[in-house]
């Protein structure tokens, strides 16, 4: 054990420690001074202590509990260490920040009590701390939390001091402390599983009476530790551990040091012994130990594995991430009634503004838009945190600060739900309107409305419905708008967005339908227009003038002046609708073409078989029955019936090939093509629907001309065998 020279330089040699050093630490070394300093003399003491150069052979014990609870009392009667002991004339508080002495062994310990000198040969660093008793100053409060947190972290074993009557009194045992101390040991050391070590608690129970045993005080201490475990916030992974898995426990009871001063001698003493077993297994330089046949305190589980040259570095380490740990920070006693204060008046300003705010709230959830939100909600928040900038603006500014902060998001959370369902229902309401409204309007107007006569304007209408839905959209969405840079989900600016594009479309919509309406309005009028002139036509099916042609010259001329007039029309009416030059060109290609289909079906009656053969008939009766002026012939058994037939015959036989295709004059069929015009590109519409496109121009089809030939020639026929039955008939008379 002897420090050999070299490799620790002047540390590790004993030769060069003078007697002066070993007096000025005879009472070990301050690790941690009152003002949170941790020392630079530890590696001398480790030096003067021989230990420097022990490796991993040395263990770490230290002290946890109430001031003035006997701990720097069981320290020096355990490990033979000469901690100050509170004078029992002065009573104030002897030990200030963290003391660290080496321990005597047993018999230096007799000599000690002896002489007060001995040798040092028990590896043991024994570590006083700073009592704990819950006093009010806050910076007290502050080192203890630290302090043992410092004993916990670095040493093997923490005995933990305490009166038996504090056995299951939270605050008097000092639980509270212990849980912030576990909790923060646990985020802060205990991270890595992998290296985490086991640690001993041991409980020390002072001034036991005896009746309760030693296994009642042991079970109460557990119940609460595991209490304390489970109510403590775990770091992420670590939510389902145990205390077990980081800790053991042992318990011992000490009787009355002043009351039975033999018993109290003799007890500290089997303790001190049970603190030395095992004390001197060897652990190899991975931690494990050569024996393990050990049922000491000092199991080498709980070793920290740094070799002892490496102790002070490590624990100062330990320690400047305690002093930076904020978790760990203790508010002053201004913070601490700053925030108690805070907490006091924003809960009153929270109740008022739930008055205001919980009806809405319960409103909202059925929807729809929430009369005088935007007011009542301005009301509400500039109330609560007015009132309480003006109550807790006077206590500690950081905390205020932070609690102002604090308020104002949590009600701007609650009014952030609010105001986006308002701008979702407002939204919602403004489309219906317009929806509504147009919709209406246009009903009426088309109930009213003859083909092509506008009683309204349509862009106009969607422009002035338009701007009043939007413009109530955006009275009643501003008024919901706060100020100020956490709030900027009050502004409207992308429901607004939202709600014009949602306008766009059903205009959109609806004037397609209007259009198509029109279309359909127009077509209907196209097809009364048609009927006069085009039976007319068909009347005079026959004529042929220089001036207007044959029957289809005339019957397309006809056509195409009326559809030409509702083309017009539309387009006029298309442009009033604000129509884009698609929707126009489709709407004009569809009039065109549905007037087509108007004109075949006219066409069609016209040469409906019984109709055609009326008109055929009447045809050939005016050519036979009567004569060249238009009086009716009387026939006589001279004259020649037979040619007057043929030639009235032959005369009406040539119209039905006439009525049966559409053919100009100059031999060409109409020029339908070009009247109607490309289809539109991406027509969305199925052709066919329109209409028949082959064999546009034929009107009666081969067979039914054949049919509709014989049909008229035996009704011709039977006119003349009555006219000539009529003569013999005469003669007869
Ligand atoms: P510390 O502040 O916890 O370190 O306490 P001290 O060791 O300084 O002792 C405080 C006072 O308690 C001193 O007056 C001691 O004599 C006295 N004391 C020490 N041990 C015991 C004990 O076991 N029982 C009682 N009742 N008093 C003790
Ligand atoms: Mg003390």
């Known amino acids: 054990?002897?420090?050999?020279?070299?490799?620790?330089?002047?540390?590790?040699?004993?030769?060069?420690?003078?007697?002066?050093?070993?007096?000025?630490?005879?009472?070990?070394?301050?690790?941690?001074?009152?003002?949170?300093?941790?020392?630079?003399?530890?590696?001398?003491?480790?030096?003067?202590?021989?230990?420097?150069?022990?490796?991993?052979?040395?263990?770490?014990?230290?002290?946890?509990?109430?001031?003035?609870?006997?701990?720097?009392?069981?320290?020096?009667?355990?490990?033979?260490?000469?901690?100050?002991?509170?004078?029992?004339?002065?009573?104030?508080?002897?030990?200030?920040?963290?003391?660290?002495?080496?321990?005597?062994?047993?018999?230096?310990?007799?000599?000690?009590?002896?002489?007060?000198?001995?040798?040092?040969?028990?590896?043991?660093?024994?570590?006083?701390?700073?009592?704990?008793?819950?006093?009010?100053?806050?910076?007290?409060?502050?080192?203890?939390?630290?302090?043992?947190?410092?004993?916990?972290?670095?040493?093997?074993?923490?005995?933990?001091?305490?009166?038996?009557?504090?056995?299951?009194?939270?605050?008097?045992?000092?639980?509270?402390?212990?849980?912030?101390?576990?909790?923060?040991?646990?985020?802060?050391?205990?991270?890595?599983?992998?290296?985490?070590?086991?640690?001993?608690?041991?409980?020390?129970?002072?001034?036991?009476?005896?009746?309760?045993?030693?296994?009642g005080l042991k079970s109460t201490l557990m119940a609460d530790l595991n209490k304390i475990w489970s109510s403590l916030s775990k770091p992420a992974g670590m939510e389902e551990s145990e205390i077990t898995d980081f800790f053991d426990f042992q318990f011992a009871a000490l009787p009355h040091k002043i009351l039975q001063p033999e018993k109290f001698l003799e007890e500290t003493k089997a303790l001190r012994t049970k603190f030395r077993e095992g004390v001197d297994v060897q652990v190899l330089s991975d931690?494990?130990?050569?024996?393990?046949?050990?049922?000491?305190?000092?199991?080498?589980?709980?070793?920290?594995?740094?070799?002892?040259?490496?102790?002070?570095?490590?624990?100062?380490?330990?320690?400047?991430?305690?002093?930076?740990?904020?978790?760990?920070?203790?508010?002053?006693?201004?913070?601490?009634?700053?925030?108690?204060?805070?907490?006091?008046?924003?809960?009153?300003?929270?109740?008022?503004?739930?008055?205001?705010?919980?009806?809405?709230?319960?409103?909202?959830?059925?929807?729809?838009?929430?009369?005088?939100?935007g007011p009542a909600m301005k009301k509400a928040l500039g109330e609560a945190v007015g009132g309480f900038e003006e109550a807790g603006g006077r206590y500690h500014k950081g905390v205020f600060g932070r609690k102002r902060d604090e308020l104002r998001a949590g009600l701007e959370g609650r009014l952030r739900v609010l105001v986006i369902n308002q701008f979702t229902a407002l939204s919602k309401r403004g489309l219906a309107e317009f929806t509504e409204e147009i919709t209406a309007i246009l009903k009426k107007a088309n109930s009213t409305a003859h083909a092509g006569t506008a009683s309204y304007d349509f862009a106009t209408v969607v422009d002035e419905t338009r701007s009043k839905v939007v413009n109530a959209f955006i009275t009643e969405a501003s008024e919901c708008y706060i100020a100020g840079p956490t709030a900027e989900w009050s502004s409207y600016e992308k429901e607004l967005e939202g709600l014009q594009k949602d306008l766009d479309a059903v205009a959109g919509r609806l004037r397609g339908e209007e259009m198509k309406r029109l279309v359909s309005r127009l077509e209907k009028a196209i097809k009364v227009k048609l009927i006069e002139p085009i039976e007319l036509e068909f009347r005079r099916m026959e004529d042929n003038t220089k001036e207007k042609g044959g029957l289809w010259d005339r019957v397309w001329n006809v056509w195409v002046g009326v559809v030409g007039d509702g083309v017009d029309t539309f387009l006029s009416r298309a442009t009033s609708f604000n129509a884009s030059e698609k929707e126009r060109d489709v709407g004009a290609w569809k009039l065109k073409?549905?007037?087509?289909?108007?004109?075949?079906?006219?066409?069609?009656?016209?040469?409906?078989?019984?109709?055609?053969?009326?008109?055929?008939?009447?045809k050939f009766e005016d050519r036979f029955r009567y004569d060249e002026t238009g009086v009716p012939r009387v026939w006589k058994p001279t004259d020649d019936i037979e040619g007057s037939y043929t030639k009235a015959l032959d005369a009406t036989l040539k119209l039905i090939p006439l009525v049966s295709e559409m053919r100009l004059s100059n031999g060409q069929q109409p020029p339908l093509d070009e009247f109607l015009g490309d289809a539109p590109a991406d027509y969305e519409e199925d052709l066919e629907e329109l209409g028949p496109s082959k064999d546009e121009f034929e009107v009666i089809s081969e067979s039914k001309r054949i049919d509709l030939h014989q049909r008229f020639k035996r009704m011709a026929d039977a006119v003349f065998v009555e006219a000539k039955r009529s003569t013999i008939n005469g003669v007869a008379q």
């Open 1 to 215: 054990m002897n420090g050999t020279s070299g490799a620790n330089g002047h540390l590790g040699s004993k030769m060069n420690i003078s007697d002066e050093d070993y007096k000025t630490y005879e009472k070990g070394v301050q690790v941690i001074d009152e003002n949170k300093e941790f020392t630079p003399n530890l590696p001398t003491y480790l030096a003067i202590q021989n230990l420097i150069s022990t490796g991993f052979n040395y263990h770490v014990v230290a002290v946890f509990g109430s001031q003035s609870t006997g701990k720097s009392t069981l320290l020096n009667h355990l490990f033979g260490t000469q901690f100050s002991v509170m004078d029992e004339a002065a009573r104030r508080q002897t030990t200030k920040g963290i003391w660290m002495s080496r321990a005597l062994d047993e018999q230096d310990h007799e000599q000690l009590v002896a002489n007060r000198e001995g040798g040092m040969t028990n590896n043991i660093l024994v570590m006083d701390v700073e009592g704990t008793d819950g006093r009010e100053r806050g910076e007290d409060q502050d080192f203890e939390r630290k302090s043992a947190l410092f004993a916990l972290a670095t040493s093997e074993v923490l005995i933990v001091n305490i009166w038996e009557h504090q056995v299951g009194l939270y605050q008097g045992a000092n639980m509270g402390l212990l849980k912030t101390v576990f909790e923060v040991n646990l985020g802060l050391f205990l991270k890595d599983k992998s290296t985490t070590h086991r640690s001993l608690l041991f409980f020390v129970i002072r001034d036991h009476i005896g009746h309760t045993p030693l296994e």
């Open 287 to 373: 931690g494990s130990p050569i024996d393990d046949n050990n049922n000491g305190v000092f199991l080498p589980a709980y070793h920290r594995r740094i070799p002892a040259d490496g102790f002070p570095l490590y624990a100062e380490g330990v320690w400047e991430q305690i002093v930076s740990n904020k978790d760990l920070d203790l508010p002053s006693q201004q913070e601490l009634l700053a925030q108690f204060r805070c907490d006091e008046i924003a809960a009153s300003c929270v109740a008022g503004f739930n008055e205001i705010i919980q009806p809405f709230e319960e409103l909202s959830k059925k929807g729809g838009v929430l009369d005088g939100l």
């Open 593 to 618: 073409k549905k007037a087509w289909g108007v004109l075949k079906a006219k066409i069609d009656e016209e040469v409906h078989e019984g109709n055609l053969l009326l008109k055929l008939r009447e």
